[in-house]
């Protein structure tokens, strides 16, 4: 398994420059980030969003360095919707070349506990499936018709998607995120030898914990102190696996496990070593966050038996002491404020 350090994860971005980039949730977060770096090495931006208001202002940032983009607003759950922005694409710019099937949201409901109306079970929530696995499916169905309009040898024609570290490993209390996830990486492994057959780029991306709106507060509160992965390398890892020139990696998965680089898993090495590689990174994220939850119940504790009396005075205490450790340069401080 290699990786590929960040240096070069845009080192063939002159192969972008007039193609036609559609990417659907780009008006926020990991779209917006991967929209902003395709412009910048001179692509053609559509973007699909239920945000419109976001997606009009990425592509009024793009236009204003001089690039070009359009948006419209699609609710990728709606195939018709997506059709409309597939002919958005041919109408403006005549040609789709590279598709990012990029929106997603996290868990919606909570699957593990039936609800009830009048004594009887209520139909799950399944937004979460709809947005996250029938998107991306309507996405890519209608990419891998739009992909081959007018496609000569050689040209660059890309489909990737956007798995997660959920793609691999189960998220407890994520069983719809995690179903949906896992099914991207199967969808992109059963469509990429046809593919490769036709000369198109297939790929999974899949992040650890990025700093973005889909992460709720409280997942981010357990996350504080380990490391996410930086946003503008998932852009970099979506870039890489559309544009890279080795064909022997058309059909990877693109990992960032952490805050380190990108990993490259080739097809051939997905059932081995990379399970064990997973499940050791996600078991120490398991140590770490039972740690912080371990600190939450600590504290919590100690507020229930005590009171608010006790921790007040405990952080006046550490004030104070802060305060006398530092004496000489705050009455210094405050003799300069004084003279002046
Ligand atoms: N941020 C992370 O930690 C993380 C980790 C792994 C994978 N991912 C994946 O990355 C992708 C992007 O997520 P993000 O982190 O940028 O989140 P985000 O919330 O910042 O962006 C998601 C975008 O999708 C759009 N969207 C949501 N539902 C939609 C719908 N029905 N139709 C059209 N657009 C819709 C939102 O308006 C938003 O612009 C998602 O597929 C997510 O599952 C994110």
Same mark, same amino acid.
Request: glycine share 10%.
């Given at each position: 398994?290699?990786?590929?350090? @960040? +240096?070069?994860?845009?080192?063939?971005?002159?192969?972008?420059?007039?193609?036609?980039?559609?990417? /659907?949730?780009?008006?926020?977060?990991?779209?917006?980030? /991967?929209?902003?770096?395709?412009?910048?090495?001179?692509?053609?931006?559509?973007?699909?969003?239920?945000?419109?208001?976001?997606?009009?202002?990425? #592509?009024?940032?793009? *236009?204003?360095?001089?690039?070009?983009?359009?948006?419209?607003?699609?609710? #990728?759950? @709606? &195939?018709?919707?997506? #059709?409309?922005? &597939? *002919?958005?694409?041919?109408?403006?710019?005549?040609?789709?070349?590279?598709?990012?099937?990029?929106?997603?949201?996290?868990?919606?409901?909570?699957?593990?506990?039936?609800?009830?109306?009048?004594?009887?079970?209520?139909?799950?929530?399944?937004? /979460?499936?709809?947005?996250?696995? %029938?998107?991306?499916?309507?996405?890519?169905?209608?990419?891998?018709?739009?992909?081959?309009?007018?496609?000569? +040898?050689?040209?660059?024609?890309?489909?990737?998607?956007?798995?997660?570290?959920?793609?691999?490993?189960?998220?407890?209390?994520?069983?719809?995120?995690?179903?949906?996830?896992?099914?991207?990486?199967?969808?992109?492994?059963?469509?990429?030898?046809?593919?490769?057959?036709?000369?198109?780029?297939?790929?999974?991306?899949?992040?650890? &914990?990025?700093? !973005?709106?889909?992460?709720?507060?409280?997942?981010?509160? =357990?996350?504080?102190?380990?490391?996410?992965?930086?946003?503008?390398?998932?852009?970099?890892?979506?870039?890489?696996?559309?544009?890279?020139?080795? +064909?022997?990696?058309?059909?990877?998965?693109?990992? =960032?496990?952490?805050?380190?680089?990108?990993?490259?898993?080739?097809?051939?090495? &997905?059932?081995?070593?990379?399970?064990?590689?997973?499940?050791?990174?996600?078991?120490?994220?398991?140590?770490? =966050?039972?740690?912080?939850?371990?600190?939450?119940? %600590?504290?919590?504790?100690?507020?229930?038996? !005590?009171?608010? /009396?006790?921790?007040?005075?405990?952080?006046?205490?550490?004030?104070?002491?802060?305060?006398?450790?530092?004496?000489? !340069?705050? +009455?210094?401080?405050?003799?300069?404020?004084?003279?002046?």
């Amino acid at each position: 398994m290699s990786h590929i350090p @960040d +240096e070069k994860l845009f080192t063939f971005s002159n192969r972008v420059k007039g193609k036609v980039v559609i990417i /659907t949730g780009a008006a926020n977060g990991i779209g917006k980030e /991967t929209a902003l770096r395709f412009a910048s090495y001179g692509a053609k931006i559509v973007i699909g969003d239920l945000d419109i208001a976001g997606a009009n202002k990425v #592509v009024e940032e793009i *236009e204003r360095t001089g690039g070009s983009a359009v948006a419209l607003k699609c609710n #990728v759950t @709606d &195939f018709d919707q997506q #059709v409309e922005m &597939f *002919e958005l694409a041919m109408k403006k710019y005549g040609s789709v070349d590279i598709v990012v099937p990029n929106a997603g949201v996290s868990e919606v409901g909570v699957f593990q506990k039936l609800q009830f109306k009048n004594g009887r079970p209520v139909k799950p929530n399944m937004l /979460t499936v709809e947005v996250n696995l %029938f998107g991306p499916l309507y996405t890519a169905h209608l990419a891998l018709h739009y992909l081959q309009i007018n496609k000569k +040898e050689g040209d660059l024609k890309s489909l990737i998607f956007i798995g997660s570290m959920a793609s691999w490993a189960g998220i407890p209390g994520g069983e719809m995120y995690s179903g949906s996830k896992h099914a991207i990486l199967g969808v992109m492994r059963a469509l990429h030898p046809i593919m490769e057959l036709k000369g198109i780029r297939v790929g999974t991306i899949h992040p650890f &914990f990025a700093d !973005t709106a889909i992460v709720p507060t409280p997942v981010k509160l =357990l996350l504080a102190g380990i490391p996410l992965t930086p946003v503008s390398r998932v852009a970099g890892a979506i870039f890489y696996a559309a544009t890279d020139v080795d +064909e022997d990696s058309n059909g990877s998965a693109w990992l =960032l496990l952490d805050d380190g680089p990108v990993f490259q898993v080739p097809k051939e090495q &997905f059932k081995e070593g990379v399970y064990k590689m997973i499940d050791e990174r996600a078991n120490k994220g398991r140590a770490a =966050l039972k740690g912080a939850q371990a600190w939450i119940r %600590f504290f919590r504790d100690i507020w229930r038996i !005590t009171g608010k /009396t006790v921790i007040t005075t405990s952080i006046a205490a550490g004030l104070a002491k802060v305060v006398y450790d530092n004496r000489a !340069t705050i +009455e210094h401080a405050l003799r300069t404020a004084i003279a002046n």
